[in-house]
């Protein structure tokens, strides 16, 4: 009955949601074009055989922007066996809705930016939110790391006082490259199955999903024009291809979302769009002591109060 | 009674398993340094703290090859959970040693070349052989993917005619990039849980995982050989680019090796070292019709009979 009960208090379709999620889509690509005053993104729609599909759009070769997608999708299917336990045992189908971005700037000085939201239900009635922001700096710059992690505080805590901590332990925990005990980055904030409970209705948390998703150019836009001008030397360039290769195994071995989506059969070149153009894998490479790459790595931590 | 009566036709010691593996890794060094002509393995000894250690040996900057490792390892421990279910009900400890090479040249002329052979025991009397060579051609080129595989084919043919063609199938099974659907490479052979039975005895098993060590250099040196006064365009260099992102995502998503080595914690530098020092990832990247990239896609097959 607890789905039920859940399900009472919402009011939006799942097509509201698709819609959502693409007019936020949208807005990114247009922003983030202007930050690269040169490439903009190409437009590819894909069909499931299962039903659905999906609008990709891909950014390369900009003046800023080497690599990077804004991905969207709507499908619908029979529900996978791993699902089953997540579900009403009446469940049989889902419907699930997403737009996730990764964007791989040339520029070392400029972080890597990873975004995603998402919904999720079955014919059963379950349904549930999830999503995430989070940096990933070359070089930790620790006053835009604060800049970064404030703009999503203030966005969390216009829905709930709760959700920022609670979420932004979550990112700690999630972009965690366990293999190498370093976080992906700075983090940010993560969730997962927001189902709604007495006090907040899923409808209330659908807001909530938007506005993370539109607080993804406030916090990365200003970073990226302010380092945009910034040069860079040889030797950071390097740094930034070995950072790329942990962001590589983050996201071949632990991302949830790239393994669900390898194991389901989905659209790989969607899929692994997340992978930069170039990175390097350097035999036990060690920053020298007091560097600027020591000091990114003393940051890649869990638990760093950054907001 | 099963692990007894195959214990029973085991005469050597596990020592003696680890000491053959690392006289088979010395000279499969010395043999490559002869190729390179100009760089040399380093060494690298390092100990776990549940017992024993391993000795890594890379090769970095040389005149041909870019970088590569060969990794000795003999540890031991308190047997992990996910290994109960391949073992007799009363073991609690293991034995474990392999060797382990992941070789990537420079030139695209010049295939990525892999082989491990490793032996596991228990306190309990389990215990078993593995290993596998296989070849990663940049471009494939047919007449040196034959001669790959008849070495292969000779080694195994010598101790048991059922051997090549079973452990080429598990090969092609093996080295799959299921959500590519293609192979890593033109394969090889692969086997493993080899307890030996009624007509073969373990002794027997050991002396042909020697022999399958000791087909390494005769198998892939001469195609190096051959290869590396070969030119190659800035072209064939980003397809290998490309290739080496396949090998990433071979063993990040898939390998068992490297993903048992990430779970249980073992020296991950070690484990890496099987990733190339540079990959790429190009959205969408399709060869044009009838180019080589193209013809060696479509040799990315199982089943195809080289031998």
Known sequence: MEALSETMTRTFTKEAVASAFQNIQAAICEGLEQVDGKASFSK?????????????????NGNVFEKGGVNFSAVQGKLPAFMKDKVSAEATDFFATGMSIVIHPFSPQIPIIHANIRYFETNAGDAWF??????TPIYVDEEQAR???TQLKETCD???PEYYPKFKQ??????????????????????????????????????FVKAVGNTFLKAYVPIAEKNKTLSFTEEQKNWQLIRRGRYVEFNLVYDRGTRF??????RIESILMSLPE????IYNHKPEEGSEEEKTLQLLKKGVDWA
């Open 278 to 281: 170039h990175a390097s894998w």
């Open 158 to 160: 216009q829905y709930n």
């Open 44 to 60: 590819e729609e894909w069909q499931m055989a299962s039903g659905g599909g999906g609008l990709t759009r891909v950014i390369a």
């Open 130 to 135: 999830g999503g995430g922001i989070d940096l």
């Open 147 to 149: 800049f970064f992690h």
């Open 170 to 207: 979550w990112a700690d925990d999630y972009f965690f490259i366990t293999h190498r005990n370093e976080t992906r980055g700075v983090g940010g904030i993560f969730f997962d199955y927001l189902k709604g409970n007495d006090n907040t209705s899923l409808d209330e948390i659908f807001e």
């Open 261 to 266: 989506g390898l194991e389901t059969g989905g």
